[in-house]
């Protein structure tokens, strides 16, 4: 079946701008996290949503940040007024139960690489 | 603070040969360990998990141990080839959400 997909693959903006990033989970998965990859760093956790629970935004670094998730299955990350340093691979993961404390399996997707010059 | 290290940024060794993938960890408590294999420009792929009352887990060409007194998960992959280059990673759970690590990206040499 179709994995995680995630859109657009590329961005390219300009500082100051709004940008949106989108992701679609595997079909039947009730959680939903993203991340973001900097050159040379570890994953860095974002925000999390697990079914029709509040979410787990304790990972956004800023108020610039924000995402939201429509009828428990597509997301969008919205990042306003980008900066220089959000520049990064976002990455989005699913995952069927979505109980980090159990040890579910995330699935990702092939990211979007983001740059504001 | 939690940090979780892996030993070295990139490894370096020839094909047939076994690589081992270090991940340590302080001022943490898993219940679990994953490790990831990611390939340039895609997202991390799923390996295998081992719980912190496992010592050992296998699948196929690799192996992951777990030492909770150390703090420490040791990654092999046996009779290594080109194809498994790529960058690995390890992540610790089970207090909310997944920490990763760096990773280490290994190139394997033919």
């Known amino acids: 079946g179709a994995g995680v997909s995630q859109s657009p693959s590329n961005k390219v903006t300009e500082k100051g701008k709004d940008v949106e990033l989108r992701c679609d989970p595997i079909?039947?998965?009730?959680?939903l996290y993203w991340y973001r990859q900097s050159l040379g760093q570890g994953l860095e956790f974002l925000i999390y949503?697990?079914?029709?629970?509040?979410?787990?935004k304790s990972g956004l670094p800023s108020d610039r940040f924000s995402a939201e998730r429509t009828g428990g299955s597509v997301s969008t990350l919205t990042i306003q007024r980008t900066q220089q340093e959000d520049s990064a691979v976002y990455l989005c993961?699913?995952?069927?139960?979505?109980?980090?404390?159990?040890?579910?399996?995330?699935?990702f997707g092939p990211g979007t690489r983001l740059l504001v010059l | 603070s939690q940090k979780i290290e892996q030993n070295s940024e990139a490894l370096n060794i020839q094909e047939g040969k076994t690589a081992t993938l270090t991940c340590n960890y302080t001022n943490y408590s898993p219940a679990y360990l994953q490790w990831y294999r990611q390939d340039p420009g895609r997202g991390p792929v799923f390996l295998l998990l081992i719980r912190e009352n496992e010592k050992e887990k296998r699948k196929e060409r690799l192996k992951v141990t777990f030492d909770t007194t150390l703090k420490q998960s040791l990654f092999h992959i046996t009779a290594s080839q080109p194809a498994d280059s790529a960058t690995y990673l390890c992540a610790l759970g089970g207090q909310g959400n997944l920490i990763f690590g760096k990773g280490t990206k290994l190139s394997v040499k033919p």
């Open positions: 079909s039947g998965h009730t959680a």
């Open positions: 949503f697990q079914g029709n629970s509040a979410p787990d």
């Open positions: 993961a699913s995952s069927l139960g979505g109980l980090a404390a159990q040890g579910e399996t995330q699935y």
